[in-house]
C-alpha cells in the first residue's frame, strides 16, 4: 500500500532537506525526543508520542543522495514500511514529497493496512504540516 504527501515549503530546498535528512531535525520538527543511534548514523531508534502513548521504532537510511533524497526503511510488526521524502526547488521555495509503502508479507497484514490506511495518511500529513512550519519559521 502506497501513501504520498506533497507540500509547497516556503523555504530553500537545503533548509528543507537538512530537516528530513537529519532524523534529529526530523524529530525537533514533529515534536519528538532526540532519536537514538544504533552504532552507525545510518541506523537509530525514534520515539514518536501519540495521544500521550510512545512508540519507539528502529528506521534505517538507505540511500542518501544530500539535497535531493533520503530514503528509510522500518520493520514494524513483520511489515517493511519504505519511505522516501524528495526535495526538489521551486520558485523561491521548494518542494517536499515523502511516498511511503507497506509492504505486508501476509494475508492479514493486508487487511490490517486497509483498516489503517486512514490513520497513517492522516499522520503523514500532520507530519508533513509539521515539517513545512518548522522549515518556514
Given at each position: ?95 517536499l514529497t515523502l511516498t511511503m509503502d507497506a509492504a505486508p508479507p501476509n494475508f492479514v497484514g493486508r487487511v490490517m ?25
Amino acid at each position: 500500500m502506497r501513501w504520498i504527501s506533497i507540500r509547497k515549503v516556503n523555504a530553500p530546498p537545503d533548509r528543507v532537506f537538512r530537516v528530513v535528512g537529519d532524523p534529529n531535525e526530523f524529530q525537533k520538527a514533529v515534536g519528538g525526543p532526540p532519536v537514538e543511534y544504533l552504532g552507525t548514523h545510518t541506523k537509530f531508534r525514534a520515539t514518536r508520542i501519540t495521544k500521550g502513548k510512545s512508540a519507539a521504532f528502529e528506521q534505517e537510511v538507505i540511500e542518501f543522495v544530500p539535497g535531493q533524497r533520503v530514503r528509510m526503511i522500518n520493520v514494524t510488526h513483520g511489515t517493511p514500511w519504505d519511505s522516501t521524502f524528495s526535495v526538489q526547488p521551486e520558485g523561491g521555495g521548494s518542494i517536499l514529497t515523502l511516498t511511503m509503502d507497506a509492504a505486508p508479507p501476509n494475508f492479514v497484514g493486508r487487511v490490517m493496512m486497509h483498516v489503517i490506511r486512514r490513520m497513517v495518511q492522516k499522520g503523514v500529513e500532520k507530519d508533513m504540516d509539521a515539517v513545512k512550519e518548522y522549515c518556514e519559521t
